[in-house]
């Protein structure tokens, strides 16, 4: 476990990647007590210059090395790199906060969403906790309290989630098959199967054998582990030509009836949920909307006419943020409370 | 009833608008028998001339005298053009196709996908026909031979809505706005309240006193006109920034079990139905790929784990075509069987 300081030895690794630059950002705008920032990414990136607090902070190639006195190391390297490195960090003494897929259904990893189960915290094994997916963080966010207050039975979640999820490179090749179709070229698809600008590919992560995506799979399982297992839970995840913020399409049925109204006092009053919902005003959550800000917006709640109690929801939330980095930092601020 | 001719005198209102223009190429292509066609629209479009089997086609004002001599006028003018002037055409002795939401909850009037129940066609007892929702056909020319088979009980529909359902002045407000965000520009919204480049709407058509929108209720309720008054059926629909073309995230729950690739077999042996479905090889409906398409396309068909007899179906098709002029089209050849 942690030993409490004033402040901490804080590493990045995966600094220069989307999520890893938000999370330099976020350390630095809640404050948290840092005595030290070491970024790491791979070599590609060795010697580029990054800014905390004003003062430049130089990016080293990561290493076996690389964590000697690191208190706490945030990961957002991929899938592979976190396999390979968080058990070096964590052998080295510090608690890692992994953003990747590699550590989330292993049993001795929390998986952690400090409005959902931060009490998952007491216990960490491996010295590693999991960052949930981004499309999960924001949903589990939205459904806690009303799974708390009528307690959730079946999920039908279809998400619409943007190219930010994939990285800076999916960003550029949104950017340039659009810039490509505007000038009447034919656009390239490096990153993605198929185009994605003016499209939509209903294909995130790789296909399972039961149809579904890893993504989709994510939902379920990390639905599981951290809310209730009892939850039936059936995803789509969709990746929409939009380049910040997820949007997801969530019905719920619940035990307990819950009316519109109620659902919307119940997320009003709990922590990082806005409702934005009066679709007199047209006001309902937006994804250009939601771009760098902290809480998970819900709207056009309302009561599901086709079951006895049942929900519908929109939710929308910074997926770099909330959906990653944010959740990260907020993690390692439960540790250090 | 509409006497048999060898070829009929066609008359399309509202011919310059998108679906107009649509109706206008899809005559031609299926080579329906056509001894006269009159293009109607708006003063504005006075005089326009069109091309119709490569010949000029002038545009005149919709009057009330356009209708005589007329046997099938099929309106895609706006539902309160459809509501003063359908029945001007019907009283003048034409059958009317109609694609506005006018008269599509008129008991008098039959709502009609020929996959689905070209048997309403045989009574018409106002002379008006009416063409469904752009996103309702669809769902229905994929979910009916699903329903013959094994009784679905419950529908939960996500919508991707392409701008080109808005009509001409959406698709030129999403390259508008793009342009001037690559631009540096501030984008102007005028058909929609909010910005549609590179962000979606969770609101189609305008929200009623239950918080859904009418585009959503019109999918319950034209469901349950045209396939089934017991199905149970909850939609959110959503613009997305893309031109052409409509995909949905469908959730089915039915009386009997299906399988995946039992419903594929079913699927790929209906009328109106191509099943697109290899997740090993990047195969699933896109937008891009069924534009100018006829059929309506499924794929991602996943059995749903999270109830007893449930499946997910992703479902495109062209919101112009069978979503509209086509579909309109083939009530009028089912007419002159």
Redesign the interface.
Known sequence: MLKKKDAYVVAVVGATGAVGVEMVSVLEERNFPVSELRLFASANSEGKVMQYKGKDVTVHTLTKDSFAGVDIALFSAGGSRSLEFAPIAAAAGCIVIDNSAAWRMDKDCPLVVPEVNSHHLKDIPKGIIANPNCSTIQMLVALKPLHDAAKIT???V?T?QSVSGTGKKAMDE??DQ??AL?SFKEPANKVY???IA??????IDV?LD???TKEEMKM?HETHKMLDPDI???A?T?R????RCH?E?V?IETEKKLT?NEARAILAAAPGVIVYDD??K?L?????DCVGKDDTYV?????????EN?L?L?VVSDNLRKGAALNAVQIAEELIK
């Open positions: 079946r999920i039908v279809t619409f949104l950017m659009t810039v505007l199967p198929h185009r003016f499209n939509c590919l209903p294909h296909f039961n149809g579904y379920v039936k839970v059936t789509t969709v929409v030509p939009v380049f949007a399409s019905n519109a679709p007199s047209n309902y959550p937006l994804q250009i709207g056009r709640v309302r009561e599901d006419e086709s079951i049942g519908n929109w």
